[in-house]
């Protein structure tokens, strides 16, 4: 197929052209800002145009528009979209109904909420992982360095890699554990700017006992109540004046948003940095007695948060990293990588995962039952369920190399059998 490409800068679009070239389509790629959701007319008479320039069969996205929906439903061709964030909630947008529209989400849960509504033109699709380009060719070059080594002498000197440095300098990403991620310190802290100076007690312990529970959906049995108390208004007069009201084609209830963008945002950030704090405290060796403290490992913390206020965290943070270009080294030559899976992402592998397993990393993430049903805690990834296993996991990997090197091989073995771009957007095309 001849392909439209939307690119709005998420993360792995390389990953996607690469496998739709491997796949034999041709994508033509297309960039432009949407400025609104379902009224940006200068972004639809510039995708109908292209459209009809390059005589496309199809548009494709990551994550889902709907007036990408509204313009394919008017050129008469399908748009293929593929969800990774979660709650999505443009999917909960009219459009989303339109028979153009064949879209993937990674997320169960995230599909139960809209059949709820009648919504039937969304499947579930787990995420995809690939090895890195700029990971494989280093891999490559070191592997031609090893021969020089061994070679006989007159060889080594004609060389045209000798005296290069492994993975061409990038040693500097190595670490005993590490964590690529926002902790969300800054903007869209929307909880912490709407309870300041505030008393939100049944908000407070909503999200308390939310954290941390993987297995439960503790927010949503809870909302009638927090409905129907004073506080509630906080967020409905926050949302006002931040203009997060929905326009009249979202059918997604108030309450909804609130849950998410308030509620299991604010869980999302608390076990963050609580998990973090702790992993950093155990790294310097002021941890409260644990399985790791008597074992010395390093930290680095790749984020572009402010961490200022945490001297913990602020002491290991290295900055952020390129996707494409130093990502994959992160995950390769951490022994251990942290995976950290956002409340509102009820069900499904986040995109994270993939790519350390890709890469040939180990990781340790929380549990998610998609997770726990796709892969086996021990044998290709490792799973935890709260702070204190998540530490005593660390030490166990770290003073057991050899069984996980060969959990990382068996996650990268799985994931390059069963989860490639190439293989999942066959099925997506398929739909």
Not at 52 to 68: G, K, L, M, Q, T
Not at 134 to 145: I, P, R
Not at 226 to 237: D, N, W
């Amino acid at each position: 197929m001849k392909i439209l490409f939307y690119k709005w800068h998420a993360y792995n679009e390389a990953c996607m052209e690469r496998a739709l070239r491997a796949e034999g389509h041709e994508g033509v790629p297309f960039a432009m800002e949407c400025r609104h959701y379902t009224r940006d007319l200068q972004l639809s008479m510039q995708m109908i145009g292209k459209i009809h320039a390059e005589h496309v069969d199809a548009v494709f996205s990551f994550n889902y528009y709907p007036i990408v929906s509204l313009i394919c439903d008017t050129c008469k061709i399908p748009y293929y979209a593929w969800v990774f964030d979660a709650v999505h909630f443009t999917l909960f947008c009219e459009p989303v109904r339109l028979a153009c529209n064949h879209i993937a989400s990674f997320d169960r849960h995230q599909i139960e909420l809209l059949s709820a509504y009648g919504v039937d033109t969304v499947f579930y699709l787990p995420l995809a992982g690939e090895e890195f380009p700029s990971l494989k060719e280093a891999q490559m070059q070191e592997e031609a360095q090893a021969k020089v080594r061994t070679a006989p002498q007159n060889a080594r000197k004609s060389s045209p890699v000798q005296g290069r440095e492994p993975y061409g300098g990038r040693e500097r990403f190595a670490s005993d554990v590490s964590f690529v991620g926002t902790l969300y310190t800054g903007a869209y802290s929307y909880y912490t700017d709407a309870a300041r100076e505030k008393s939100l007690p049944i908000a407070e312990e909503i999200i308390e006992k939310q954290k941390f529970c993987y297995d439960a959906d503790v927010i949503a049995p809870a909302m009638p109540e927090l409905l129907r108390a004073p506080e509630y208004e906080v967020f409905r007069e926050y949302m006002e004046t931040a203009h997060m009201k929905q326009d009249a084609e979202y059918f997604l209830p108030e309450r909804r948003i609130v849950q998410s963008s308030f509620l299991e945002k604010e869980v999302t950030i608390r076990e963050r940095q609580e998990l973090l704090r702790a992993v950093a405290r155990a790294a310097r060796g002021s941890a409260k007695k644990s399985a790791l403290s008597n074992v010395g490992f390093d930290f680095a913390l790749y984020t572009g948060s402010d961490v200022s206020a945490m001297p913990e965290l602020s002491a290991c943070a290295r900055g952020v990293v390129d996707y494409d270009t130093e990502m994959p080294f992160v995950f390769a030559l951490s022994r251990i990588n942290l995976s950290m899976t956002r409340c509102s992402i009820r069900s499904g592998i986040p995109l994270r995962v993939f790519d350390v397993m890709a890469c040939g990393g180990f990781v340790l993430t929380d549990a998610r039952p998609d997770i726990e049903e796709f892969f086996t805690d021990g044998k290709e990834l490792a799973i935890y369920h709260g702070v204190e296993e998540c530490l005593d996991k660390i030490a166990y990997y770290l003073s057991h190399e050899e069984e996980r090197l060969a959990i990382a091989r068996a996650g990268r073995e799985r994931v390059a059998r069963d989860f490639t771009y190439a293989g999942q957007i066959k099925k997506l095309f398929a739909s």
